[in-house]
């Protein structure tokens, strides 16, 4: 029998997703967009506890990682 995930309720580091092997689910279509956008300031229009801080952790990690220029 497979083993069962948990989903993350509560955390808000995206570490802590990797490290628990949590299910993170992201449904915002337009974080690619932002990720690869040319803007220099962006406004995170979101309702309250809706994940804005896991986001920002989100996006962070990616480009975190592509700092370390990883193939």
Known sequence: ???RRRYGIGLQ???DFISRQAIYVDKTAYVYKLA???GKNFF???PRRF???LLVST???FYNYYA???P
């Open 59 to 61: 996006l962070q990690c």
């Open 51 to 53: 994940g804005k801080s």
């Open 13 to 15: 580091w995206f570490p």
């Open 36 to 38: 690869h956008a040319n």
């Open 68 to 70: 370390l220029d990883v």
């Open 44 to 46: 995170l229009s979101r």
């Open 1 to 3: 029998m497979a083993e």
